[in-house]
């Protein structure tokens, strides 16, 4: 058995010692619960918790709400993982947080093997190092819904170290395994489509690829993009089918301004951000909306600064790239190039640069892109021992120390809704999300005005955002509160006429009103937007059999039973109809009686009693019900 030698000469040790420490460092996330998004697509999404009905959430957008195709995001992969890991622990959240700290060890045992075949061991050892400890991770490790982003950026180093293992002349075994890879990655997580990106670039770094170079480049290397070509093709296919479109159709929350005005203003201020939570990550947030990242109308010394800096990194990274190639027996310069331009590749789906993305800044996104940054600093690192070893240690250490006391204190912030609130609302009380968070929070202690009053300072932070305005609305309707989340629908509608939502919503309350008239209205204009939602089509086959037109609803009907039936009063209510349409009052009263058991809302009672009453006639309108004032302008 061979000893291991000491881990910056020997890579075995070295790959223990990052696995280790990267375990070390996150060992006290296994205590946490789930918390902020994990209770949305884990505990609430019944559709992964069971073997039956897995197959079928693979086919669903990742969230399993009522926007979840206004989100834009599908990622079978990661939602198979989950109703694994559900099915396995029990829905023990230690199950999952074990699996997040066990692929993030393995991404940085990754970082450190790939970049040992660019730069020499030290170099690379620091590198893996860095990257295991770095507080910029723990969003994305200490989270559950975190898992997209390790496992993704797993399976990415894993195929971006096959390509620099292989020939040069790639192989069809090499080019299925990089497909397999990208397939699970881009599955994952949206941002894996870098791949092809990120290759070239090891590519380039390895060898200078002049233009004349392209055509013999091309030939060697066709395989391996075209695996990665079909996988794109086919997951892209795959997003279209399921979300109907292939981008993210929200803008990033509260800055729909971004649409109209000159993003560099606010991409300046975001630059800042990505040098500062790299460099000095002592300042950290569960959230970037407006108030803390503001949207700039105009220049101003932050965003200067901000453009000044990227194009400073730019030109020095140019300058660098000029110098010798990469390889494992050296480290030049042009390794610094190297991480600034995979951080470019890496951030862009989410840079907002040439596309608007859901976020303006989110720590977890960083994940992949701090790779490049980690290759970066363990040249830089590396370059400071030729001249100055004594002071290269005390600075590998002292960042590794104080990267490890941030990132244990930081993680129990994710710990369960509670403790991410109140430091999201500690740090950040002015911002928009924490305004609305406050909303939910006294919504739940059943404090209305107040909740009423925190929706109206977060909607004026964050304008008419479609999002906001739906989720506030969403909430109220639970509250019975039809009158002040109509207003919010109708805001929404205004805001953006593209998504289905709103006036899906704005059915929902019609409904619950027993309105069978304003409900087909709001239900074909939601089915005009999208037509994939069968719950649509039971209020719709409700709503024309409450009006007698019997033809019509059992057409809509035959196109809602693709689906389960559904949990909603309504959807009975039409087989009340309908067997009383029959002569069968026998079924009738029985639908009637399924009515009632799902009936939730004192509202939706009186309507129920009222359908009693007429002797299932086409219900009379009812007159909206008394609600206390409106506070706060809403």
Known sequence: MTRLGLPHRDARSAALLVAGVAVLVFA?????????????????????????????????????????????????????????????GGGSPLVFHIVNVVWHAVSAVLVLILLMHLMSLPAALAAGLLFAVHPVHVEAVANVVGFSEVFSTAALLAACLIHVRGPTRSGWGAALAIGVLYALGFGAKESAVTL????????????????????????????????????????????????????????????????ELPRIWTLGDIWTHYIRLWVFPMDLSADYAPNVIRVSMGWHLTNVLGVVVALAILFAALVAW?????????????????GVVWFIIA????????????????????????????????WLIHRLARDRPRGAWVLLVGALMLSSV???TRTPTWFNNPTVFAHLIGDNPHSGRSQWILGDEYLRLGSETSALRAYSVSIGMLGQDYQLLTEISMRLIGIGRYRVAEFLLHQAQEADSTFS???????????????????????????????????????????????????????????????????????????AYMRRHEGDSEGAYAAIDSAWSRVATDTGRAALDSVRVTDFSLPALLEDQPEPDVVGGL
Request: charged residues 15%; without cysteine; hydrophobic residues 45%.
């Open 28 to 88: 006290n996330s296994l205590a946490n619960q789930y918390a902020f998004d994990d209770h949305h697509i884990i505990p609430a999404n019944t559709a992964i918790q069971s073997l039956s009905t897995l197959p079928g959430a693979l086919t669903q957008p990742y969230w399993p709400t009522a926007y979840g195709r206004e989100l834009g995001l599908w990622r079978p992969v990661t939602t198979a993982a989950f109703g694994l890991q559900w099915l396995v």
């Open 501 to 575: 939502l709103a006036p899906a919503l704005l059915a929902t309350v019609r409904a619950e009103r027993a309105d069978a008239v304003g409900t087909e209205l709001y239900t074909r204009e939601s089915l005009r937007r999208s037509d994939k939602e069968g719950v649509q089509r039971h209020l719709l086959a409700w709503s024309l059999a409450a009006q007698a037109r019997w033809e019509e609803a059992a057409q809509a009907r035959i196109r809602a039973e693709e689906r389960s039936m559904p949990g909603f009063w309504q959807a009975w209510m039409y087989l």
């Open 406 to 408: 941030r990132t244990w």
């Open 347 to 378: 951030i862009s789906p989410v840079s907002n640069t040439l596309f608007l993305s859901g976020v303006t800044l989110a720590e977890r996104t960083l994940y992949l892109p701090s790779v490049g940054l980690a290759a970066a600093s363990g």
């Open 196 to 259: 092809p990106g990120l290759i070239f670039l090891i590519d380039a770094a390895r060898q200078r690829i002049a233009p004349g170079d392209l055509a013999g480049y091309v030939q060697d290397r066709w395989r391996t993009y075209a695996a990665m070509a079909a996988v794109a093709a086919v997951l892209l296919l795959g997003r279209y089918e399921v979300l109907g479109s292939l981008a993210n159709p929200f803008a990033p929350l509260g800055v729909s301004q971004l649409e």
């Open 322 to 338: 000029r110098r010798d190639e990469m390889s494992p027996t050296s480290v030049t310069a042009r390794a610094a190039a190297f």
